[in-house]
C-alpha cells in the first residue's frame, strides 16, 4: 500500500528534467525507539554493529596496563601502540566512504567486522613488539566502520529526524569503548593469567565476526522502493566550484600530514623502531600517494573550470571543511581521552589498574546519553546553534582541565572530564546531524573524510600527549578547540532548503533538509 501511494503524491514539473518533491510517508512521520521492525529494526541492528567494532578496536585502551605489564614494555612503546590503534582509520575511513557510497553498508559492515576481527585475532596473539605494532597498525581498520552506519542511517531516516537517529547510532555504538573498558579488564584478570588481555580481545573478535556475518543477513540498504544515490564519479569527492576544488585539495594535506607524523614518531629522532632509510621512505610513499590523490581529484572536477555546475545541483564545500575541523576536535579528544585516560589515572593518581580501567570506562558511558542528546538538540533548536554551544563548552572544559595537577581529589578530576566529554560527544551528534544534510549521493565520502579528521585529531592529540605532561596535554586540546569554535561561529551555514538528486532515469528528487 505504502508504494503506491507515495507514486501519487508525487510532484511532476517539466522543464528539462523533472523534479519531485521528496516526501515522507506515516511511518517516516513519527520517531521511536520501541519496536524491532522498519527504520527502528535497522537502527537498532547498526548502532550494535558499530558497538561491536568499537569493543574491538578501542578494547586496546582498558587492556593496555595489562598488555604492558605482561610484556614488560616502556612508556613509550605502550604510547607508539596507542597511536598505531588509530593511524590506519585515517585512510580507511575515506577509502570506506567512497567504497560505501559505491557498494552500499550492507556488505561493507560485514567485511569490515569479520576482516577486523581477524586482525584482531591477529594483534591478540602475537609474541613480538614489532609484531604487536604491525597488527595494531592494521587493527586500525575496524575504525572505518562508524563511516559506513552514518550512509545506512542517512537512507532509512529523513532529514527532521536525521540529529536524533544519527546520536543514537554514534553514541550507542561508541558505547562499545564503555563497554569494552568494563567488560575486557574482568575477563583478562580472571582467565589466563599473563595471557588473559589475549584472551579478553580474541572473545571479542570472534563476536564481532559473528555479528558482521549475522548484519549481512538481516538489514537492506534501503527501505523497500527507495533509490540508493551513487556518485557519478568514484576515487575523488565531487566538487561544484572553483573555489571549492581548491579548499579540497587544501583539505587533503592534514591526513597525510598526520601519517608523516606517526612515521616521526617511530623513528630514530623518537622511538628508534624504524630507522632513517624508513622513515624517509614512508615521507616519500605519502607524498606519491598525495599527488595520486590529487591527480584523481583533478580528473573527477577539472570540467568545473570550463562547464559551471549548475546552481540546483551545487554544494558548499565550506560546510565539508568545518564540520572536518569540528569533528577533528569533538571525535579526535574523545577517541584520545578513551586511549589514555586509564594510564592517566594509574600514572597521576597511583590508583589500581582494574580501578583506573572502570574510571576510565565513564568516560564512553556517556555517549549513551550525550552524543544522542546533540543530534536531539540539533534537530530542535538548529544545528549551528547546538554545535556552537558544544564548542563554548569543550573549549571551557578543557582549558579548565589544563590547569589540573596530581594533588588535586581524584573525584573532582572525574567530574571535570565528565563535563569535557559531555560537551565533546554532544558535539560528535550536532557535527553528524549535520553530515546527511550536505548532499546524500556523497554522505560516505563525507562522513568518510569527516571521521578521517577525527582520527587526524586523535593522532595529534595523542603524539602531543606523549611528548608533554598531562595538563598541558588537556591546555593544548582546549586552544585547538577555541580556534575551531572561532570557524564554527563566523562562516558554518545552516543548512536549509533542498538538495537536489538525480535519478538512475535522469529525473532529479528534491530532498528536503530542513
Known amino acids: 500500500m505504502a508504494q503506491p501511494l507515495l507514486k501519487s503524491l508525487y510532484y511532476y514539473y517539466r522543464s528539462g528534467a523533472t523534479i519531485m518533491s521528496s516526501?515522507?510517508?506515516?511511518?517516516?512521520?513519527?520517531?521511536?525507539?520501541l519496536g524491532f521492525s522498519g527504520k527502528t529494526r535497522i537502527l537498532h541492528?547498526?548502532?550494535?554493529?558499530?558497538?561491536?567494532?568499537?569493543?574491538?578496536?578501542?578494547?586496546?585502551g582498558p587492556l593496555m596496563p595489562f598488555i604492558k605489564e605482561a610484556l614488560d614494555l616502556s612508556d613509550q612503546q605502550a604510547k607508539v601502540l596507542?597511536?598505531?590503534?588509530?593511524?590506519?582509520?585515517?585512510?580507511?575511513?575515506?577509502?570506506?566512504g567512497m567504497l560505501v557510497d559505491k557498494y552500499g553498508p550492507r556488505i561493507m559492515y560485514c567485511a569490515i567486522l569479520v576482516l577486523g576481527g581477524l586482525i584482531s585475532i591477529g594483534f591478540a596473539w602475537a609474541d613480538s613488539y614489532e609484531a604487536l605494532a604491525l597488527m595494531r597498525f592494521l587493527s586500525g581498520f575496524?575504525?572505518?566502520?562508524?563511516?559506513?552506519?552514518?550512509?545506512?542511517?542517512?537512507?532509512?531516516?529523513?532529514?527532521?529526524?536525521?540529529g536524533i537517529a544519527q546520536g543514537i547510532y554514534g553514541g550507542w555504538g561508541n558505547f562499545g569503548s564503555a563497554g569494552a573498558a568494563m567488560v575486557l579488564p574482568v575477563i583478562a584478570i580472571n582467565f589466563g593469567g599473563d595471557d588473559g588481555w589475549r584472551i579478553?580481545?580474541?572473545?571479542?573478535?570472534?563476536?564481532?565476526?559473528?555479528?558482521?556475518?549475522?548484519?549481512?543477513?538481516?538489514?537492506?540498504?534501503?527501505?523497500?522502493?527507495?533509490?540508493?544515490?551513487?556518485?557519478?564519479?568514484?576515487?575523488?569527492?565531487?566538487?561544484?566550484?572553483?573555489?571549492?576544488?581548491?579548499?579540497?585539495?587544501?583539505?587533503?594535506?592534514?591526513?597525510?600530514?598526520?601519517?608523516?607524523?606517526?612515521?616521526?614518531?617511530?623513528?630514530?629522532?623518537?622511538?628508534?623502531?624504524i630507522g632513517d632509510g624508513t622513515t624517509y621512505a614512508i615521507y616519500a610513499v605519502l607524498l606519491t600517494i598525495y599527488l595520486c590523490q590529487l591527480w584523481k581529484i583533478w580528473q573527477v572536477n577539472a570540467h568545473i573550470l570550463t562547464k559551471p555546475v549548475p546552481e540546483l545541483h551545487r554544494y558548499k564545500f565550506k560546510q565539508v571543511a568545518i564540520l572536518d575541523w569540528a569533528y577533528l576536535v569533538t571525535f579526535g579528544t574523545e577517541l584520545a581521552i578513551v586511549l589514555m585516560l586509564a594510564m592517566f589515572y594509574v600514572e597521576w593518581f597511583e590508583l589500581p589498574k582494574i580501578t583506573a580501567a572502570l574510571l576510565a570506562g565513564i568516560y564512553?558511558?556517556?555517549?549513551?546519553?550525550?552524543?544522542?542528546?546533540?543530534?536531539?538538540?540539533?534537530?530542535?533548536?538548529?544545528?549551528?546553534?547546538?554545535?556552537?554551544?558544544a564548542f563554548a563548552g569543550i573549549t571551557a572544559s578543557y582549558l579548565v582541565l589544563g590547569m589540573v595537577e596530581n594533588s588535586w581529589p581524584i573525584w573532582l578530576v572525574l567530574g571535570m572530564t565528565i563535563t569535557a566529554g559531555i560537551f565533546s560527544q554532544a558535539g560528535s551528534g550536532a557535527v553528524f546531524a549535520m553530515v546527511p544534510l550536505v548532499q546524500r549521493r556523497m554522505t560516505g565520502q563525507i562522513a568518510g573524510m569527516a571521521g578521517a579528521y577525527?582520527?587526524?585529531?586523535?593522532?595529534?592529540?595523542?603524539?602531543?600527549?606523549?611528548?608533554?605532561?598531562?595538563?598541558?596535554?588537556?591546555?593544548?586540546?582546549g586552544i585547538v578547540a577555541g580556534l575551531v569554535f572561532a570557524l564554527i561561529l563566523f562562516f558554518l551555514d545552516e543548512p536549509?532548503?533542498?538538495?537536489?538528486?538525480?535519478?538512475?532515469?535522469?529525473?532529479?528528487?528534491?530532498?528536503?533538509?530542513?
Do not use: C
Request: no cysteine; charged share 15%; net charge positive.
Open 142 to 162: 575496524i575504525g572505518a566502520g562508524f563511516v559506513v552506519g552514518i550512509r545506512m542511517i542517512g537512507e532509512w531516516y529523513p532529514a527532521r529526524q536525521t
Open 200 to 273: 579478553a580481545l580474541t572473545a571479542a573478535s570472534i563476536a564481532a565476526i559473528a555479528y558482521g556475518l549475522f548484519y549481512f543477513r538481516s538489514v537492506t540498504d534501503t527501505p523497500e522502493g527507495s533509490t540508493y544515490f551513487k556518485p557519478k564519479k568514484s576515487g575523488a569527492m565531487e566538487i561544484t566550484s572553483k573555489g571549492d576544488l581548491v579548499l579540497y585539495i587544501l583539505m587533503n594535506i592534514p591526513l597525510y600530514l598526520a601519517l608523516g607524523v606517526l612515521a616521526w614518531k617511530l623513528s630514530p629522532a623518537q622511538m628508534g623502531l
Open 82 to 96: 596507542l597511536i598505531l590503534n588509530v593511524a590506519l582509520t585515517i585512510p580507511a575511513r575515506v577509502v570506506v
Open 364 to 389: 564512553p558511558f556517556i555517549n549513551l546519553i550525550a552524543r544522542p542528546g546533540g543530534g536531539w538538540l540539533s534537530d530542535r533548536i538548529g544545528r549551528k546553534l547546538t554545535l556552537t554551544i
Open 23 to 33: 516526501i515522507d510517508n506515516h511511518e517516516h512521520s513519527k520517531f521511536t525507539l
Open 45 to 60: 541492528l547498526t548502532w550494535l554493529a558499530f558497538f561491536m567494532s568499537f569493543v574491538v578496536w578501542l578494547g586496546l
Open 496 to 514: 536549509k532548503g533542498q538538495i537536489a538528486e538525480t535519478m538512475p532515469d535522469g529525473t532529479v528528487k528534491m530532498i528536503d533538509i530542513k
Open 454 to 477: 577525527g582520527n587526524v585529531g586523535a593522532v595529534t592529540f595523542l603524539t602531543v600527549n606523549s611528548l608533554v605532561s598531562y595538563d598541558q596535554f588537556f591546555l593544548f586540546i
